[in-house]
């Protein structure tokens, strides 16, 4: 069975297991996982373990295509493919699984922890309602894009909406206009953010599948500066469908409930600096690092502090610190928000460690191989609307933009490992995030969030919301491109 039809299976699995068995992320990408790895063959799995010169100097294949003999110096590196080809298959998916844990089950844990201090203390709510007096109820929109593009960083997408939402209604009862105006200005940003920029789970898990080639501060910083180009596309978008389209306020008794789930009126919400710590300080420093690195300067300090991990906890510290200042909660208060966001966190954890060790299998196809000897030279540009295009089916057909992140991460990641690339894989991986926007629709549960949230029908919010995804998701995919070919950072 070759690569190609190994990925086919892997893929199938997970769309139909999702839409059409109602399983559950974790259980598609598992079951993805395991019968790709009982699948693949020996060959494959041996030839997946050695480097390019190391499969050129192969000689005297055996009958399943393992050497029966190793060139002088290679031994080591045939020994540690044969030991791999020869492990049993589950062995390999949880040996990958476990590597998917460890590297993101801190960082997810602790966002969690920093988004539901954030909501729970006020200081949330204090960064929008500072952001909305800086710019004034005419730059109202371009507040709520501000406010949920920085909020989207810690937290989840769905939590941004249910808070920045009542805001929206609010103005809309003040002002009679621009409904769909607000609506989609909170949506651009925090979509975006929620696809673009780490610890979010499905960038946070992408950065990982190109290794040492991009770092979660690269992806940090590239994430925040295509971010602003797309979101300002979707801001653009917003204004003209506002002037086209007038969508009617409708109240409903889903969305109160939702909304009062989220907001605390206890007491004053805590200062604009203190609510924007713990979302700047894991930025400043992971970023910081690797602005060091890409100088070549080393401090250790900084070496230190700019670890994923400790970033992260330090920020989680600063969160649960101003959740116990801000008087809003006490005791057993703060006790319960954090195990409620480790709660939340764990079965993110769980989706993108099952989705880690899914493309960990596929890499073991050596589908990587197979298509970067096809793309050379500055051709290897055209694996950027690959990964975006390829991304943007697997969103489609099965609603979740993690999902579909973490899927195609496990494609396009060994595929760069094993190119040449004429620019910054960190490219890629932007692409990939860009790619999880389109398309919207029945399948996705945000889509639902959204038209329940404001009153819309599905149509509306397909003609309204799902197009300026689109919109937002192709500005993206051009301005990576161009830059690949123009700023390539290689």
């Known amino acids: 069975m070759g690569p190609v039809t190994l ?6 699995i997970v769309v139909a297991g999702i839409i059409a068995l109602r399983w559950h992320p974790f259980i ?36 399943r295509g393992i050497p029966m003999a190793a060139p002088a110096g290679m031994e080591k590196a045939h020994e540690s493919a044969l030991a791999h080809a020869g492990k049993w298959f589950v062995a390999r998916f949880t040996d990958a699984f476990g590597k998917g ?30 952001l909305m007096r800086l710019f004034g109820v005419r730059g109202t929109p371009f507040a709520f894009a501000g406010s949920a593009f920085t909020l989207g960083i810690p937290v989840f997408f ?15 009862r003040e002002t009679g206009k621009d409904y769909l105006l607000y609506i989609l200005t909170i949506v651009a940003g925090a979509t975006m953010a929620h696809s673009l920029v780490p610890p979010t789970p499905g960038p946070l898990t992408v950065a990982g599948y190109f290794a040492d080639q991009v770092s979660i501060g690269s992806m940090m910083l590239g994430g925040i500066v295509v971010g602003l180009v797309t979101v300002s596309a979707g801001i653009a978008f917003a204004y003209w469908a506002n002037r086209r389209w007038e969508i009617p306020f409708r109240e409903s008794e889903w969305a109160s409930r939702e909304e009062s789930s989220v907001h605390h009126e206890a007491g004053p919400p805590p200062s604009l600096w203190l609510s924007l710590f713990p979302i700047i300080l894991p930025v400043v420093l992971i970023g910081g690092q690797t602005v060091l690195e890409a100088m070549e300067r080393d401090l250790p300090a900084m070496r ?3 670890d994923k991990n400790i970033a992260l906890i330090l920020s989680a510290g600063a969160a649960v610190f101003l959740l116990i200042r801000s008087k809003r909660q006490a005791g057993g208060g703060v006790k319960e928000a954090v195990q409620g966001a480790l709660s939340s966190g764990g079965i993110i954890i769980l989706i993108t460690a ?5 493309g960990s299998v596929l890499k073991d196809t050596n589908i990587a191989e197979l298509i970067s000897n096809s793309i050379e030279g500055r051709e290897t540009i055209l694996l950027i609307p690959i990964a975006f295009l390829v991304t943007a089916l697997i969103r489609s057909a099965q609603g979740s933009a993690t ?20 620019y910054s894989a960190l490219y890629l991986a932007l692409a990939i995030g860009c790619g999880s926007k389109p398309i919207s629709w029945a399948n996705d549960s945000g889509f639902w969030v959204i038209g329940r949230m404001t009153g819309m029908t599905p149509l509306e919010t397909f003609k309204t919301v799902s197009m300026m995804m689109l919109v937002m998701s192709l500005a993206g995919l051009v301005v990576l491109v161009l830059g690949a070919w123009i700023l390539p950072l290689v």
Not at 354 to 358: E, K, L, P, R
Not at 403 to 422: K, N, Q
């Open 304 to 306: 230190i502090l700019g």
């Open 403 to 422: 999902v579909a992140m973490i899927t195609a991460g496990g494609m396009v990641g060994p595929i760069a490992l094993g190119t040449e690339l004429s």
């Open 158 to 172: 769905d939590t941004v909406f249910y808070l920045l939402m009542p805001l929206g209604k609010a103005l809309r």
């Open 354 to 358: 099952a989705g880690s060790a899914f």
């Open 101 to 130: 844990c460890g590297d993101i089950a801190l960082v997810i844990a602790m966002a969690a922890i920093i988004g539901q201090c954030l909501l729970d203390s006020g200081g949330a709510k204090r960064i929008v309602d500072s």
């Open 28 to 63: 598609a990408l598992t079951a993805a996982g395991l019968t790709v790895a009982a699948l693949t063959p020996a060959d494959l799995l041996y030839r997946s373990k050695l480097d390019a010169a190391q499969r050129a100097a192969l000689v005297g294949e055996g009958s």
């Open 7 to 12: 990925l086919s299976i892997g893929v199938l």
